[in-house]
């Protein structure tokens, strides 16, 4: 038995075909944007963890000479 090989969209109309080429464009723009998010946001965790490491060392390490501490506290509210 014999099975089509031929696309849908080899047959469409040229406004089906417009459409669905709009649609293409607009998921490959969606993907590129979560994918800039993503890479943006690993970007300044990784740039915030390298200041904490600078001023605070290593987590949980010991040192009489570092400059800050990781996990502070502090009073008052949260602005």
Do not use: I, N
Not at 21 to 37: I, K, N, P, Q, T
Not at 50 to 56: G, K, S
């Amino acid at each position: 038995m014999k099975t089509s090989t031929t696309s849908p969209l080899a047959l469409a109309s040229k406004a089906e075909l417009t459409a669905a080429v709009e649609e293409a464009r607009d998921a490959v723009g969606a993907s590129f944007e979560r994918f800039c998010l993503v890479a943006g946001l690993a970007s300044l965790t990784q740039m915030l963890e390298e200041d904490a490491t600078a001023l605070a060392g290593a987590p949980h390490a010991r040192s009489a000479d570092k400059q800050g501490y990781r996990w502070g506290r502090t009073r008052g509210p949260v602005g």
